[in-house]
């Protein structure tokens, strides 16, 4: 069975609206990561939340994670049409190396100008 | 750039066919990883070398071999593959506990 599962599969929105993204995981976590791709690339890394973390920001970005809930959400704020993309999320169940890092299916986001 | 160079960046190749492909990292990490991305199915790890030395390697059919013969550089050696093998095949690296820098993968389609 999958550790990180992505909610909703697919989002569309309008340029300027704010974008959440929701993740739920199975076991205990080390960290969560969340990372981009866009289509036929590579994933980007986004934001690493450690599970002592509750929230973290990056720019137009901030993660949540409630441990209690194993959920994590993604919000992008003032969405623009280059955010358009993939969004996975990652939980890292190694003990902190980062060598089981196991990835959900992602929700893809489009952002309409 | 990513800073992750893989080769080639799409592949076609037969079932009988023998092929390889190349990972290239150029960051000074020094762990090295493999992952499969089929359609609509999560990013599936396929093997994880650490100073060189395979530290995972997740039930992968034996017609994949990787190898890592220094820690810059990482190949995925195929044979015999079967249709379902087609798929993006992604390439990171990282330094334990820091997140993966991917490259941009290479499209395989076994015929």
């Known amino acids: 069975s999958q550790q990180g599962e992505e909610d909703p599969q697919a989002l569309s929105i309008q340029e300027g609206e704010n974008a959440t993204m929701n993740c739920s995981y199975k076991?205990?976590?080390?960290?969560l990561q969340w990372y981009r791709q866009n289509s036929g690339r590579g994933l980007v890394h986004l934001i690493l939340?450690?599970?002592?973390?509750r929230e973290k920001h990056s720019g137009r970005l901030r993660v949540t994670l409630d441990t209690s809930k194993k959920s994590s959400s993604l919000l992008i704020t003032a969405s623009r049409a280059a955010d358009t993309a993939s969004y996975f999320c990652?939980?890292?169940?190694?003990?902190?190396?980062?060598?089981?890092?196991?990835f959900g299916k992602g929700t893809l986001l489009t952002v309409n100008p | 750039e990513t800073g992750v160079t893989q080769t080639p960046r799409h592949l076609v190749m037969g079932m009988t066919n023998k092929k390889s492909l190349k990972c290239e990292q150029h960051?000074?990490?020094?762990?090295m990883y493999w992952y499969k991305q089929s359609a609509k199915k999560p990013l599936e790890l396929m093997f994880v070398?650490?100073?060189?030395?395979?530290?995972e390697n997740n039930s992968v059919p034996s017609r994949f071999s990787p190898e890592c013969p220094n820690s810059s550089h990482l190949f995925l050696h195929l044979h015999t593959l079967q249709p379902e093998d087609s798929a993006l095949y992604l390439c990171?690296?990282?330094?334990?506990?820091?997140?993966?820098?991917f490259g941009n993968g290479t499209r395989l389609t076994v015929t």
């Open positions: 990171a690296s990282s330094w334990p506990g820091s997140p993966l820098h």
């Open positions: 076991t205990s976590i080390n960290n």
């Open positions: 939340i450690r599970s002592n973390e």
């Open positions: 990652a939980t890292d169940i190694s003990g902190g190396s980062n060598y089981k890092l196991t």
């Open positions: 960051l000074g990490h020094n762990a």
């Open positions: 070398y650490s100073l060189e030395e395979r530290v």
